[in-house]
């Protein structure tokens, strides 16, 4: 017997809390893409509602989020979103994979959403458009993360798409909002915004 089927058994014996830590250390969608469908153990374990509530579809490069290749996002939509979209509480997304991932499924839990490495033009069109996100954040959405990096707009830009019209738009059309944090970062310094507390949203 080879050493890599000493080690299968190895670890098809281990014991569940002992594979939950293991899945614990891994990146989430290493664990989707390398233990989804092995066998039906594994994948009690990998959908368990405590592990999946947090679905973060971005990996973290050279000091950036960027988001998962093609085959692995192939593959947790097709394979892995039609079994746990009804068990996800939160979700990290980027300009890459949003339309796959938030227009094409409906997250009936979904309540806390972290939007990562966004253009502003990209935002504010998603933001006035008749699309998913805006429907999840007049009637779902009650902590909100935005992360805008546009190297092609100037902190002080004034445009129709400026981050003062962008906060407007999700504070008025946020209905459940209770946490956004919102942080810009361009080719200039980031910009720094104060805004009056609003009586149901906590800035931080």
């Given at each position: 017997m080879n050493?890599?089927?000493?080690?299968n058994?190895i670890?098809?014996?281990?014991?569940?809390?002992?594979?939950?830590?293991i899945f614990?250390?891994?990146?989430m969608?290493?664990?989707f893409?390398?233990?989804?469908d092995?066998n039906?153990?594994f994948?009690r374990l990998?959908?368990?509602r405590?592990?999946?509530?947090?679905?973060?579809?971005?990996v973290?490069?050279?000091?950036?989020?960027?988001?998962?290749?093609n085959?692995m996002?192939?593959?947790?939509?097709?394979?892995?979103l039609p079994?746990i979209?009804?068990?996800?509480n939160?979700l990290?997304v980027?300009p890459y994979s949003?339309?796959?991932?938030?227009?094409t499924t409906?997250?009936?839990?979904?309540?806390?959403l972290?939007?990562i490495?966004f253009?502003k033009e990209?935002?504010?069109k998603?933001?006035?458009g008749?699309t998913?996100?805006?429907?999840?954040?007049?009637?779902?959405i009650?902590?909100?993360?935005?992360?805008?990096?546009d190297?092609?707009t100037?902190?002080?830009g004034?445009?129709y798409?400026n981050?003062l019209?962008?906060?407007s738009l999700?504070?008025?059309?946020?209905?459940?909002l209770?946490?956004?944090i919102f942080?810009?970062?361009?080719?200039e310094?980031?910009?720094?915004i104060?805004?009056?507390?609003?009586p149901?949203?906590c800035?931080q």
């Amino acid at each position: 017997m080879n050493a890599s089927s000493n080690n299968n058994i190895i670890i098809l014996d281990l014991p569940n809390e002992i594979l939950v830590i293991i899945f614990n250390k891994l990146n989430m969608i290493d664990a989707f893409y390398s233990l989804v469908d092995v066998n039906e153990r594994f994948n009690r374990l990998v959908f368990d509602r405590l592990y999946i509530h947090n679905l973060d579809l971005t990996v973290k490069s050279s000091n950036r989020m960027s988001s998962i290749n093609n085959q692995m996002l192939d593959k947790v939509c097709e394979k892995i979103l039609p079994r746990i979209y009804h068990q996800v509480n939160k979700l990290t997304v980027e300009p890459y994979s949003i339309e796959r991932l938030l227009f094409t499924t409906g997250y009936p839990q979904l309540d806390s959403l972290s939007l990562i490495n966004f253009q502003k033009e990209t935002f504010y069109k998603y933001l006035t458009g008749n699309t998913m996100l805006r429907f999840l954040l007049m009637d779902q959405i009650k902590h909100l993360v935005v992360e805008i990096k546009d190297e092609t707009t100037t902190a002080t830009g004034l445009s129709y798409k400026n981050t003062l019209d962008i906060l407007s738009l999700i504070l008025f059309s946020s209905k459940r909002l209770t946490h956004l944090i919102f942080s810009e970062w361009s080719s200039e310094e980031p910009l720094a915004i104060s805004i009056f507390n609003h009586p149901q949203v906590c800035w931080q």
